[in-house]
């Protein structure tokens, strides 16, 4: 028997403006939230809405990724029939190719798809940070008769010319689609979210593969042609927390939108819908006799011995006595020592913070970013980073960077 | 890790049970939350698995419900295999049935099965002790001494509650006297003594073999207890040889122990050396990071996740899921999972099971030598 639904994943981003968070993994394998990677909050919805088939499109830097979606026990998706399943690119006997584009990179995972013979096929994005019910997605997707549906955003109209938006009548039918429009007929953003029927998807994404003018993406090219075709499409309005965390400061703002969840509606204190992700495996947290923390999340593993405020840590992170953290995203395994001050900032994973070193130090006359620090990046003793600095390499003790 | 094929293991998760009735009236010694975010099997098991034991019976006796719930099929500790795993062993529910006492007899209930396993050594453990044990230490130790049996022990006195007088006709505490060559001379059961002792852990390493002839012979002799009934009688002709463990432990005969190894793990050296040898595993609830809201104020505290802490809380260990309210006063306590401290509350020295709600405004105290125990789901 078919399965009524399967869930195709794009999470093949390489997340450039991110820096460097993603030298080394693509952006849906970024940490967030304390215990999560980015891909979490797509793959949970797909377990919570009832999705058990689950395709990972990955492409840029996929090893972190493929070795944290293993076999997808912590979604429980480790299925007999079904399940997740990660999809690279790969050989074929008349050549190879990357994903071109979006579209492509479903197209050329047609067999996969079929091999469940699916009524419909959600497309997912594997860089927001949302909770949302596909399966009341899937039910306006029915109870409209619709071939294709998108979900959208409201947003403020002042900014509605930064994104894709979907013109809707009343009955929420796509009448037109306008990509980064100058003159903005709609204020419905596309969140890169659809539902297909597996029949029309597959139409297109072959005729659209035909056309050698095409960039092969769902926004350029198959929306486009499925409204010129008259094709049934219709607008499902969400509007619940969403983020796409496409750079620094939106990484970071989200990262602390999650420590006030009674005005920022992103609650990850919800039985009803977890998110699941693999464990660290560590010991309870541990908060010392020196120590101060204030509004703050902390998991797993962390020795907390300075002082924490209005911050987010990672897994294993460790705060030595006499150490200031205020503001900050602290990411895995970072160690912050004795008497640095560590303000406005992202700290990648397994960094090292030297004693006294500042980070984010506002400099005169500039504005105050968000500094960030790579993964495995030593910073030396006494050094200074300033608020807009993005640091890829260590620093020595002592060293000023701006 | 050199891997070691060659033992399985079988864990008595009852041993003990009636040291510390509050927490085992619904569950087992074994399943008895610790440090925080894990049970007290998960030590032993975790060893286990950590030293390539991967075929592992668990043979409960009473109260398993909770234990079976949090061993599943094993998944959390790499135990859902095709070839051993993970096997529990509950009693036969029938009328005729006898539940077992002592390791002899409920060894002789699973002879079937020992009898057509494949590893040489067989390793026995209670778990009332949490620590991270060195089995292929223990293992290579056993072959070394060319001994019979080995069993395990640490050097310290005996405890107040294992001397008690209520003692007597309880659990038994096994203590040691060892000649020049960690030979065991003598075995006592529930000893007087003063001074430091070799004091057992009742952690044993046999060959299978050995002990398949051993069960079977003694079982029909009428023994029940390893210890009292097999080995301290026939100490001249079994070879049963000592060996010293200087890691790490935490071991519980009552309520005092069970507060107070939790909250020795508020050291940082502590705490680092009881997870020094291995990572320890356990079942996943997949909460969110605590979280410190303004106003909190937490001080030498272990927490897992989950937590949401709005008061003030000192020198506690604190499960999955606690809520601390606002202007609530927190002090040496143990804290299970789930548990609810009312805003404005006040307690000290107390330790509440899973989902204990102690409503706002409230005043609990108990003593550091007789901490107050607050039941499953009770609201005070």
């Known amino acids: ?402 | 890790m050199v891997r070691n094929k060659s033992a399985l293991g079988i864990i008595f998760p009852n041993n003990y049970d009636s040291l510390v009735p509050e927490l085992t009236s619904i569950r087992s010694m074994a399943s008895i939350p610790f440090a925080s975010r894990y049970r007290l099997i998960d030590f032993v098991l975790s060893s286990m698995v950590n030293a390539g034991i991967d075929n592992i019976s668990v043979l409960a006796q009473s109260n398993y419900r909770s234990l079976m719930d949090h061993l599943g099929a094993g998944r959390e500790w790499d135990l859902t295999r095709k070839n051993g795993g993970l096997t529990i062993w509950p009693p036969f529910a029938e009328k005729s049935m006898v539940t077992y006492k002592g390791r002899i007899d409920s060894l002789a209930h699973i002879m079937f099965f020992l009898e057509k396993q494949k590893e040489q050594y067989v390793i026995l453990t209670d778990t009332n002790i949490a620590a991270t044990f060195d089995f292929n230490a223990f293992i290579d130790a056993h072959i070394a001494s060319g001994a019979d049996v080995t069993v395990a022990y640490t050097i310290e006195e005996i405890p107040a509650p294992a001397r008690a007088e209520k003692q007597m006709g309880r659990e038994m505490y096994f203590t040691y006297k060892l000649d020049e060559n960690s030979r065991v001379t003598k075995v006592s059961i529930n000893s007087q003594e003063d001074g430091l002792q070799n004091f057992g852990m009742n952690i044993y390493c046999i060959s299978r073999e050995y002990l398949i002839n051993m069960v079977k012979e003694e079982y029909v002799n009428g023994a029940v207890y390893l210890e009292r009934d097999v080995l301290m009688k026939n100490l001249d002709t079994i070879h049963v040889q000592g060996y010293k463990f200087d890691g790490y432990y935490g071991r519980i005969h009552d309520m005092k122990s069970y507060l107070d190894e939790n909250l020795r793990l508020l050291d940082d050296e502590n705490l680092n050396a009881l997870f020094a040898n291995c990572p320890v595993y356990t079942k996943l609830r997949d909460d969110n990071p605590t979280r410190y809201i303004t106003g909190a104020k937490a001080v030498n505290t272990m927490a897992a996740d989950g937590c949401v802490i709005e008061g003030t809380v000192e020198n506690c260990v604190l499960f999955r899921g606690v809520k601390i309210g606002k202007g609530a006063v927190v002090k040496n306590c143990v804290l299970m999972q789930d548990t609810v401290i009312g805003d404005g509350a006040s307690v000290e020295y107390i330790i509440t099971d899973k989902n204990a709600v102690i409503s706002d405004g409230k005043s609990v105290k108990g003593s550091d030598s007789y901490p107050f125990y607050i039941s499953k789901r009770h609201v005070i």
């Not at chain 1, 215990?35 to 990955?58: A, E, Q």
């Not at chain 1, 092969?216 to 499902?236: S, V």
């Open chain 1, 1 to 402: 028997m078919g399965k009524e639904i399967v869930a195709m994943l794009l999470a093949g981003g390489q997340g450039s403006r991110l820096y460097a968070l993603t030298q080394k993994l693509a952006k849906p394998a970024v940490p967030f939230g304390g215990k999560y990677r980015i891909i979490d909050f797509p793959i949970s919805n797909c377990v919570n809405s009832g999705i058990d088939t689950v395709g990972v499109l990955t492409q840029y830097q996929p090893f972190v990724l493929n070795e944290y979606i293993g076999n997808g026990q912590p979604w429980d998706l480790d299925r007999l029939n079904g399940g997740i399943h990660v999809l690279p690119p790969y050989q074929k006997a008349d050549g190879s190719d990357w994903y071109k584009g979006t579209a492509n990179a479903i197209y050329q995972n047609i067999a996969f798809i079929e091999r469940y013979d699916p009524k419909y096929v959600i497309i997912l994005s594997g860089d927001q940070i949302c909770k949302q019910d596909y399966a009341d997605f899937l039910a306006f997707h029915k109870e409209k008769d619709a071939e294709f549906s998108v979900a959208v955003m409201e947003v403020p109209w002042d900014d509605a010319s930064r994104f894709g938006l979907m013109v809707a009548d009343e009955n929420d039918k796509i009448t037109e689609f306008q990509e980064k429009p100058k003159n903005p007929k709609s204020n419905l953003a596309s969140m890169g979210i659809y539902i297909f029927n597996w029949d029309i998807l597959k139409k297109y994404l072959e005729e659209d593969e035909a056309d050698p003018d095409s960039e092969n993406d769902f926004g350029n090219n198959i929306i486009p042609n499925l409204l010129k075709d008259n094709r049934r499409m219709y607008a499902y309005h969400f509007s619940g927390y969403w983020k796409d965390v496409g750079t620094i400061p939106s990484l970071w703002e989200a990262n602390m939108e999650i420590l006030d969840p009674e005005h920022s509606g992103i609650n990850l204190f919800d039985d009803d819908w977890k998110i699941y992700s693999r464990n660290a495996g560590m010991t309870g947290h541990k908060i010392g006799s020196g120590a101060v923390v204030e509004n703050s999340m902390i998991t797993d593993g962390c020795r907390i011995d300075g002082t924490v405020q209005h911050s987010v840590l990672y897994a294993g992170v460790k705060v030595a006595p006499g150490a200031i953290v205020k503001d900050a995203v602290i990411m895995g395994g970072s160690v912050i020592k004795s008497g640095a001050v560590v303000e406005h900032c992202i700290v990648a994973e397994n960094a090292v913070i030297g004693s006294n070193a500042k980070v984010g130090v506002q400099k005169d006359g500039e504005s105050f970013g968000v500094a960030t620090i790579g993964p495995g990046v030593y910073v030396g003793d006494d050094a200074v980073i300033g608020s807009n600095a993005m640091v890829r390499e260590n620093v020595k003790d002592g060293e000023v960077q701006w």
